[in-house]
């Protein structure tokens, strides 16, 4: 409940601090853009990170997607490492996803952070935040039940801007 309440107050915020600031002030580059998001799921961790797994795989077997350009670094217990290269082939950015079980609701809190390697201009359109999201919209995850996205353009470049085409 407590996560709950948290969560709708940050959401809250969220969409205030959107409605009042709806273009992030352009910032001197380069630097290393990444982007950070919290989401919240009803159902366990295991079930999570087993979907998230089978989708890089599968994106990284899949032929012709120049969004899908994943590679698994490792599966650990607790958190997911991949590799992503951006549709230009020039960029490649790493992609961590941390799971804690939520307490009392039997549900998951996933941590997704993906960074690029490279320096890069504030803008990434949306780049780091695609590489998260599309892994979650392709396996289905954006609609499994209790599904809650937390994040802002202070901690996700470009979120709010993105069109993710994966
Ligand atoms: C992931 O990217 C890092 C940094 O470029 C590289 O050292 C590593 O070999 C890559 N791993 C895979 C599995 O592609």
Not at 25 to 42: D, M, T, V
Not at 158 to 165: D, E, H, I, N, R
Request: hydrophobic content about 45%; glycine content about 10%; overall charge negative.
């Amino acid at each position: 409940m407590n996560t709950l309440l948290l969560a709708s107050a940050l959401f809250a915020g969220l969409l205030g601090s959107l409605a009042a600031a709806p273009a992030p002030a352009p910032a001197p580059g380069p630097y290393h853009a990444f982007c950070r998001s919290l989401w919240l799921f009803a159902t366990p961790c295991a079930e999570i990170s087993t979907t998230l797994l089978q989708q890089i795989t599968a994106f990284d077997t899949l032929v012709g997607c120049a969004e899908c350009q994943y590679k698994l670094v490792a599966a650990l217990p607790q958190s997911i490492l991949a590799n992503h290269t951006s549709p230009d082939g020039l960029q490649t950015e790493t992609i961590t996803f941390t799971f804690r079980p939520t307490a009392l609701t039997g549900g998951c809190r996933v941590s997704g952070l993906s960074s690029s390697l490279g320096f890069t201009t504030l803008l990434d359109g949306g780049l780091n935040y695609c590489n998260l999201f599309n892994l979650l919209s392709a396996s289905g995850l954006t609609s499994a039940p209790g599904y809650m996205e937390m994040t802002n353009e202070w901690a996700c470049l470009g979120y709010g801007l993105a069109t993710c085409k994966a």
